[in-house]
């Protein structure tokens, strides 16, 4: 099983609501990302967990609240929102792997369909 | 810091026409390269990687070089589809980390 799955495949929220947003992946990968995509541009990394705790939390705001219960699922926790924070949100996952270079290792990541937010 | 530039687009071909996008890096040590590929409405997918410098990664007619001496990895495919119509991400994971930089992307629009 080479997938990442991600629920809702979109989301309509107020600003006022709170939703979920869930990953999971099924490959042994022991770190699991959140992106966040606007329309015509790359994905910004927001958060990364490492062996189910976060390495890496690129000044997200705190009306986002990401969570790792277990090795397989990640979430996204989403409170308070603004219409600025509709786009796409992706989930990856990847095993650091090592390279072919002197010391070198790499991180193949697999992303999910993602998640369509909305906010209004 | 690390980062990528990518040719911008959109590029626009006629079907079984020839594909070059331009993708150079600057990076420290030794980075691994990809390019990712979004099809509309879709998450990205991995379209093929390289590792270590003259590696050649290679998948569904794609094919990218690693150059140390250039700091490229541009894209080629000999004969596009319509199919192949997307967004392409050229992307670098520097040793050890968990960062994936990548470029702006370049949009691919391939006519019938």
């Known amino acids: 099983d080479t997938e990442v799955t991600q629920t809702p495949k979109h989301l309509v929220m107020g600003m006022t609501n709170k939703k979920s947003l869930k990953c999971e992946q099924h490959m042994g990968h022991r770190a699991m990302y959140w992106y966040k995509q606007k329309a015509k541009k790359p994905p910004e990394l927001m958060f990364v967990y490492s062996y189910e705790k976060l390495s890496i939390n690129e000044s997200v705001p705190s009306r986002f609240s990401p969570e790792c219960p277990n090795s397989s699922l990640l979430n996204l926790h989403l409170h308070a929102l603004q219409p600025e924070d509709s786009a796409l949100y992706l989930c990856?996952?990847?095993?650091?792997?090592?390279?072919?270079?002197?010391?070198?290792?790499?991180?193949?990541?697999?992303f999910g369909p993602g998640t369509r937010l909305t906010v209004l | 810091g690390d980062s990528v530039t990518q040719m911008e687009g959109p590029v626009t071909l006629s079907e079984e026409a020839f594909l070059t996008i331009n993708c150079t890096y600057t990076a420290t040590g030794y980075p691994s390269l990809f390019w990712y590929v979004q099809y509309p409405g879709e998450g990205l997918q991995l379209l093929l990687k390289?590792?270590?410098?003259?590696d050649k990664g290679s998948n569904k007619g794609f094919e990218a070089t690693y150059r140390k001496e250039t700091t490229s990895f541009h894209l080629e495919k000999g004969s596009v589809q319509v199919s192949d119509s997307a967004v392409y991400f050229c992307?670098?994971?520097?040793?050890?980390?968990?960062?994936?930089?990548f470029g702006a992307g370049t949009r691919l629009f391939v006519k019938a």
């Open positions: 990856a996952s990847s095993q650091m792997l090592l390279g072919q270079g002197a010391s070198s290792s790499y991180n193949e990541q697999f």
């Open positions: 992307a670098l994971s520097s040793a050890g980390g968990f960062k994936t930089i």
């Open positions: 390289a590792t270590k410098a003259d």
